[in-house]
């Protein structure tokens, strides 16, 4: 079983205030003979037009190391990596990538960043981690 990150139960916390349901923690992607681990999986409700019967998968990033770039690397190979079994998978949930409103203004507002998200089609989660709120949805 994976680690969790730290910034874990607060995400999982922010998704159920925002009317998601938790369905998978953590979320089993096989691979070959081994099995990945996205953090969490979630469905909205069918209440509510725009995001009834939704399916998603979350990946939580703390960015925590002495390195952005080397925890951004990581984070966006892993998303490439787990994006492309969960189509396999289950086609229809989209993944997306938890981070704290600090790491999101320190590292993805930078112009090259956003260029990232727009070229690899990052789904992106705001979170305020003491709050435990998502306080934005960043779609490519």
Known sequence: MPRRDL?????????????????????????????????????????????????????????????PVADLEGALGQFVL???????QEPDRMLYLALSREVYGSVFREADAQDLISELELRLIEVDEMQEVVTRWIEP
């Open 82 to 88: 787990y994006r492309a079994l969960l189509k396999k």
């Open 7 to 67: 910034f874990h139960d607060a995400v999982k916390s922010a998704l159920i205030k925002d009317g998601w349901t938790i369905t998978h923690d953590p979320y089993n992607l096989p691979f070959g003979v081994t099995n990945l681990y996205v953090d969490l999986g979630a469905e909205a409700p069918p209440l509510g037009a725009e995001r009834a019967g939704r399916k998603i998968a979350v990946e939580v990033k703390s960015f925590r190391s002495p390195s």
